[in-house]
């Protein structure tokens, strides 16, 4: 099983930018679609991006389309979201996942479809 070290998080002001890594090991990345997901204290744990296998597409929140991006360096074996124009509504814990095939509906997924998690890590986003 593939296991998955999230950082980068911290806290930034509206309009500023956050790169969060997730580092894997265990397992290479190559073989996985890779996704982020993000929980508030007493919410489900919600869909931002997801990134196919090497070739595939990248799939989008609409609520984070145009303003993050998802990427990863197989060379590092680390997976990436840039976020940028940062908003208050996008506090949150930020978790990275990896499945091999995480079933999907119309480009979205549920957290269920993933089986392998990182710890989080805290994204505060203050106005």
């Known amino acids: 099983q593939v296991l998955l070290v999230e950082s980068g998080g911290g806290l930034v002001q509206a309009g500023g930018s956050l790169r969060l890594s997730c580092t894997a090991s265990g397992r290479t990345i190559s073989s996985y679609i890779m996704g982020w997901f993000r929980q508030a204290p007493g919410k489900e744990r919600e869909f931002v991006a997801v990134?196919?296998?090497?070739?595939?597409?990248?799939y989008y929140a609409d609520s984070v389309k145009d303003r993050f991006g998802i990427s990863r360096d197989k060379a590092k074996n680390t997976l990436y979201l840039q976020m940028n124009n940062l908003k208050p509504e996008d506090t949150d814990v930020y978790y990275c996942?990896?499945?091999?095939?995480?079933?999907?509906?119309?480009?979205?997924?549920?957290?269920?479809?993933?089986?392998?998690w990182g710890q989080g890590t805290q994204v505060t986003v203050s106005s």
């Open positions: 996942a990896a499945d091999l095939d995480p079933p999907h509906f119309g480009g979205s997924w549920s957290s269920s479809s993933f089986g392998s």
């Open positions: 990134d196919s296998r090497d070739g595939g597409r990248s």
